[in-house]
T-cell receptor
Framework: DAKTTQPNSMESNEEEPVHLPCNHS???????IHWYRQLPSQGPEYVIH???SNVNNRMASLAIAEDRKSSTLILHRATLRDAAVYYC????????????FGEGTQLTVNP | DTGVSQNPRHKITKRGQNVTFRCDPI?????LYWYRQTLGQGPEFLTY????????KSRLLSDRFSAERPKGSFSTLEIQRTEQGDSAMYLC????????????FGSGTRLTVV
C-alpha cells in the first residue's frame, strides 16, 4: 500500500477553519484518498473520500492537489466535538478489502 | 440504533485464558472486518469476511486467533491462551461490497490481559 504522511498534531480555535494536510507522493492512479477520524473511546468514523476532484459533504471538504501527491481535509468551522485523531488513508478502490491506518493527526480544538 | 454493535465493551482476563468477542454488523452489509488497535497507534487490519467466507487474513493473526462468521451475519473473534501482548482495542467494521460510502466501525472491545 502507498504510504501517507501527516503531522503528528495540530491545534485550532473553535469556530475557525482547519486545514489538515496529507502527503502521498507515491500514490497510484487507482488509489482513492480516504479520511477517517477517531474520537476518544470510539471506533473510527468515515469523513470523506475522493479520487481526483475536490469533494464536499456535510462534514468536511477534501481538496486534492492537481498532481494528487497531496491532499487537505478542510473543516470549515471547528467545534470542540471535532477534536479527534484524523487519518488519511489510500485505498485501491472504494470497495477495497481493507484500510491501512497510519498514526494520524491529533487535532486539538481550543475554546 | 442500526450501527455496528460489539460485545463486550470491556474484558479483563488472566493470561492463558480464552476470550471471545462478538460483532453484529449493519444488517445489509455483507463485508465484515476485524482490526486491532494499541495505545497511540492506528488500527491494524486482522481479517475480513464477505458473507460467511473469510477472504483475507493478516500475518498478525497468529494461530491463537480465529474468526468466524457462520451465517454471514454476526462474527466472533476468539483468542486462545491469551498473552499480555494481546491487550488492545479490538474493532469491528462493516460495509457493502460495492458502496460509495466508507466503513462503519463499532466502538470496539477493550481487552486487558493481566
Amino acid at each position: 500500500d502507498a504510504k501517507t504522511t501527516q503531522p503528528n498534531s495540530m491545534e485550532s480555535n473553535e469556530e475557525e477553519p482547519v486545514h489538515l494536510p496529507c502527503n502521498h507522493s507515491t500514490i497510484s492512479g487507482t488509489d482513492y484518498i480516504h479520511w477517517y477520524r477517531q474520537l476518544p473511546s470510539q471506533g473510527p468514523e468515515y469523513v470523506i473520500h475522493g479520487l481526483t476532484s475536490n469533494v464536499n459533504n456535510r462534514m468536511a471538504s477534501l481538496a486534492i492537489a492537481e498532481d494528487r501527491k497531496s491532499s487537505t481535509l478542510i473543516l470549515h468551522r471547528a467545534t470542540l466535538r471535532d477534536a479527534a485523531v484524523y487519518y488519511c488513508i489510500l485505498s485501491k478502490e472504494t470497495s477495497g478489502s481493507r484500510l491501512t491506518f497510519g498514526e494520524g493527526t491529533q487535532l486539538t480544538v481550543n475554546p | 440504533d442500526t450501527g455496528v454493535s460489539q460485545n463486550p465493551r470491556h474484558k479483563i482476563t488472566k493470561r492463558g485464558q480464552n476470550v471471545t468477542f462478538r460483532c453484529d454488523p449493519i444488517s445489509e452489509h455483507n463485508r465484515l472486518y476485524w482490526y486491532r488497535q494499541t495505545l497511540g497507534q492506528g488500527p491494524e487490519f486482522l481479517t475480513y469476511f464477505q458473507n460467511e467466507a473469510q477472504l483475507e487474513k493478516s500475518r498478525l493473526l497468529s494461530d491463537r486467533f480465529s474468526a468466524e462468521r457462520p451465517k454471514g451475519s454476526f462474527s466472533t473473534l476468539e483468542i486462545q491462551r491469551t498473552e499480555q501482548g494481546d491487550s488492545a482495542m479490538y474493532l469491528c467494521a462493516s460495509r457493502k461490497a460495492v458502496s460509495l460510502y466508507g466503513y462503519t466501525f463499532g466502538s470496539g472491545t477493550r481487552l486487558t490481559v493481566v
